[in-house]
């Protein structure tokens, strides 16, 4: 999975706590910039989220799972991680960001011990997943806003405008890549396989909470009145454009991601033989990090008046998903290998493009409500796998991709005609 460099906000412009001598004298001259801090909180936590991605093949082969309940594994992540990204950043601005993300750590040490015993059961493996979603959900929500806040006067005077954006994406992906790779490699070669990647994952995040809470406080407690459920709601959420260009575009960023790195190395197993970790561990390092190299390039691609970009990704999310086909039914690993370079192009442009959208459709108020609204209904592209595992008792499984392919397609020219009717205004 890939965060992008425009990072959601949670609220308004945020009330600081201290001028900027209070804030140096937080740390000692030696220490980390505080930015760093929260910048660790969310690597870890990205580390948690997509640690699991390249294992579904150890499970479906050594746990002998069924493939409906292993995707079901991936997909179960988006039921903690959408609420998470609703809801936290609201929290973090009536609370505080310090108690919601030290929050979302605990969530995600709970939720890898859960996997840690994942060979008891499959209840504990979805349970975890359900916890490191909320976890990945409350860093995106909080962590990246609280990096950015924290990336500018009085914390970081020297720091540019997308200085920011920039870390916590950084943040974000280098995460999500360290998790699968550590997993992977040692599921493939390293003991117990089952349980120590996770129990890697508690160790390197249980620091994090002395860390955060000597990081400065960017949101003031209590600035806000009233039901917190109250700031939930959304009135750009209803805007033609978000619903009708968005709403139908972004599902297919996941979709990608989803059948590429996480589906296609359980349908790869007669090619990839003993190595199959391995080829899933390098199929998710590998669209995430060509997703990540993409990204400051693809701001250029995208007009708010044709939603190029967006269309552009859903044809490229169209290609990879014919590939994944092709590689499938050749059993080839070097085609599968490509798919994620193709779709890791669509993942990147897709995000940017994305909250480029978002941006020019909400207002001030809705700003941080509609990237998570786009955040949610991104990710619930991850539920796909399970699907196609479940329809693939009535149909082969290359079929069902290619229907696949052509709803992508609809939706691409859906893009074009309705961004053409409804430009992004804010409604």
């Given at each position: 999975m890939s965060a992008v460099d425009t990072a959601p906000e949670t609220g308004s412009v945020p009330a600081v706590e201290a001028s900027s001598g209070a804030a140096r004298r937080r740390l000692p001259s030696w220490a980390l910039p505080s930015w760093?801090?929260?910048?660790?909180?969310v690597f870890v936590s990205s580390w948690g989220g997509n640690q699991f991605s390249p294992l579904l093949l150890m499970y479906e082969d050594g746990q002998h799972y069924s493939p409906v309940l292993v995707n079901a594994f991936l997909g179960v992540y988006v039921l903690g991680l959408a609420p998470a990204l609703l809801v936290a950043g609201s929290l973090s601005d009536r609370h505080g960001r310090k108690p919601v993300m030290l929050a979302g750590l605990v969530s995600a040490v709970v939720g890898s011990g859960l996997l840690a015993f994942g060979g008891l059961g499959p209840e504990f493996l979805l349970i975890g997943r359900l916890f490191s979603g909320a976890t990945v959900g409350v860093a995106m929500a909080v962590g990246n806003s609280w990096i950015k806040e924290l990336s500018q006067a009085p914390f970081d005077p020297a720091a540019d405008r997308s200085s920011g954006a920039r870390r916590a994406s950084l943040a974000f992906t280098l995460g999500s890549g360290s998790g699968a790779l550590v997993a992977g490699l040692i599921a493939q070669w390293g003991p117990v396989p089952e349980v120590l990647p996770f129990v890697i994952h508690i160790a390197v995040t249980i620091p994090f909470f002395v860390i955060v809470l000597r990081a400065p406080e960017t949101s003031r407690n209590g600035g806000l009145t009233g039901p917190?459920?109250?700031?939930?709601?959304?009135?750009?959420?209803?805007?033609?454009?978000?619903?009708?260009?968005?709403?139908?575009?972004?599902?297919?960023?996941?979709?990608?991601?989803?059948?590429?790195?996480?589906?296609?190395?359980?349908?790869?197993?007669?090619?990839?033989?003993?190595?199959?970790?391995?080829?899933?561990?390098?199929?998710?390092?590998?669209?995430?990090?060509?997703?990540?190299?993409?990204?400051p390039f693809a701001r250029r691609i995208h007009s708010s008046t044709s939603a190029r970009g967006l269309g552009l990704m859903v044809l490229l999310i169209a290609a990879g998903l014919a590939m994944v086909v092709v590689a499938i039914r050749t059993q080839?690993?070097?085609?599968?290998?490509?798919?994620?370079?193709?779709?890791?192009?669509?993942?990147?442009?897709?995000?940017?493009?994305?909250?480029?959208?978002?941006?020019?459709?909400?207002?001030?108020?809705?700003?941080?409500?509609?990237t998570g609204v786009f955040y949610a209904v991104a990710y619930a592209g991850f539920l796909v796998p399970?699907?196609?595992?479940?329809?693939?008792?009535?149909?082969?499984?290359e079929a069902i991709l290619l229907v696949l392919v052509g709803l992508a397609l609809v939706s691409a020219v859906l893009v074009r005609v309705s961004s053409r009717k409804h430009l992004p205004a804010a409604g």
């Amino acid at each position: 999975m890939s965060a992008v460099d425009t990072a959601p906000e949670t609220g308004s412009v945020p009330a600081v706590e201290a001028s900027s001598g209070a804030a140096r004298r937080r740390l000692p001259s030696w220490a980390l910039p505080s930015w760093a801090l929260i910048w660790g909180a969310v690597f870890v936590s990205s580390w948690g989220g997509n640690q699991f991605s390249p294992l579904l093949l150890m499970y479906e082969d050594g746990q002998h799972y069924s493939p409906v309940l292993v995707n079901a594994f991936l997909g179960v992540y988006v039921l903690g991680l959408a609420p998470a990204l609703l809801v936290a950043g609201s929290l973090s601005d009536r609370h505080g960001r310090k108690p919601v993300m030290l929050a979302g750590l605990v969530s995600a040490v709970v939720g890898s011990g859960l996997l840690a015993f994942g060979g008891l059961g499959p209840e504990f493996l979805l349970i975890g997943r359900l916890f490191s979603g909320a976890t990945v959900g409350v860093a995106m929500a909080v962590g990246n806003s609280w990096i950015k806040e924290l990336s500018q006067a009085p914390f970081d005077p020297a720091a540019d405008r997308s200085s920011g954006a920039r870390r916590a994406s950084l943040a974000f992906t280098l995460g999500s890549g360290s998790g699968a790779l550590v997993a992977g490699l040692i599921a493939q070669w390293g003991p117990v396989p089952e349980v120590l990647p996770f129990v890697i994952h508690i160790a390197v995040t249980i620091p994090f909470f002395v860390i955060v809470l000597r990081a400065p406080e960017t949101s003031r407690n209590g600035g806000l009145t009233g039901p917190w459920w109250r700031q939930l709601r959304i009135p750009a959420a209803s805007h033609r454009r978000f619903v009708r260009v968005v709403v139908v575009s972004c599902p297919w960023i996941f979709v990608g991601a989803a059948v590429a790195y996480g589906y296609l190395p359980t349908q790869l197993r007669g090619a990839t033989g003993s190595w199959g970790l391995v080829f899933a561990t390098a199929a998710t390092v590998l669209a995430l990090g060509v997703s990540s190299a993409f990204q400051p390039f693809a701001r250029r691609i995208h007009s708010s008046t044709s939603a190029r970009g967006l269309g552009l990704m859903v044809l490229l999310i169209a290609a990879g998903l014919a590939m994944v086909v092709v590689a499938i039914r050749t059993q080839s690993i070097g085609l599968g290998l490509a798919a994620n370079v193709v779709v890791g192009l669509g993942m990147g442009l897709g995000l940017v493009s994305g909250l480029q959208e978002v941006q020019s459709i909400a207002g001030s108020r809705d700003l941080a409500g509609l990237t998570g609204v786009f955040y949610a209904v991104a990710y619930a592209g991850f539920l796909v796998p399970a699907v196609i595992a479940a329809v693939a008792g009535f149909a082969p499984v290359e079929a069902i991709l290619l229907v696949l392919v052509g709803l992508a397609l609809v939706s691409a020219v859906l893009v074009r005609v309705s961004s053409r009717k409804h430009l992004p205004a804010a409604g």
